[in-house]
């Protein structure tokens, strides 16, 4: 298996354009997870699937953050309108239920 | 809540010392804990894990033993590499069914010639 990938690896946008982040899980695996990781709060669980369906979304910051899982092999996390508070590398990592979490290489976000 | 304190580094070794990285933790439950490793322009990669007291865990020279009577799974190494420069975050999974990761800050390690 190739791991979890994650695209784009670079994202450069300006503020107020939609950004949308994607995310291939390591087949089999039942849980997809979403981090965020910053220099000021380290990493951060946005929000977490199991078996595609959203199980704990507090970690979302605002409204303007939206995950969806729509099968077992792909999701998405998508933020409009974008702000440059935004900025910061987003990991996806997947499980097989009470197992490691294998991570994704990231995908860095710079909003101008 | 859950929460993982680490030291922050960053921490500076020449090769062939020895490592220590503090990691205490607060849980509610009977975790499990880990050490990720993330080298640079990396995702984190599993270094090792706990999943009960008294446990140790080791990997590529590493090792890291759950103490319950202290809280604590600090990361130790008796002579580090050039390579094992990178950053390394301490973390647990809450055993109650969540199984979402809580990770420290993360320290950042550099190993000089």
């Known amino acids: 298996d190739a791991g979890v990938i994650q695209s784009p690896r670079h994202e450069v946008t300006e503020m107020g354009q939609e950004v949308t982040l994607r995310c291939k899980p390591i087949s089999g695996h039942d849980y997809l997870f979403w981090y965020r990781q910053t220099m000021m709060r380290g990493l951060e669980l946005l929000i977490y699937?199991?078996?595609?369906?959203?199980?704990?979304d507090s970690g979302m910051p605002e409204d303007r953050f939206s995950a969806k899982m729509p099968n077992a092999s792909f999701s998405t996390l998508k933020i409009q309108p974008s702000e440059p508070r935004d900025s910061a590398v987003y990991f996806c990592a997947s499980s097989l239920s009470n197992t490691e979490a294998f991570f994704g290489q990231g995908t860095r976000l710079t909003v101008v | 809540g859950d929460s993982v304190t680490q030291m922050e580094g960053p921490v500076t070794l020449s090769e062939e010392a020895c490592l220590t990285i503090n990691c205490t933790y607060t849980a509610t439950g009977y975790p499990s804990l880990f050490w990720y490793v993330q080298y640079p322009g990396e995702g984190l990669q599993l270094l090792l894990k706990?999943?009960?007291?008294?446990d140790k865990g080791s990997n590529k020279g590493f090792e890291a033993t759950y103490r319950k009577e202290t809280t604590s799974f600090h990361l130790e190494k008796g002579s580090v590499q050039v390579s094992d420069s990178a950053v390394y975050f301490c973390a647990l999974s809450d055993q109650a069914g969540s199984y979402q990761l809580t990770f420290g800050k993360g320290t950042k390690l550099s190993v000089i010639p």
């Open positions: 699937f199991n078996n595609n369906v959203p199980i704990d």
């Open positions: 706990a999943t009960k007291a008294d």
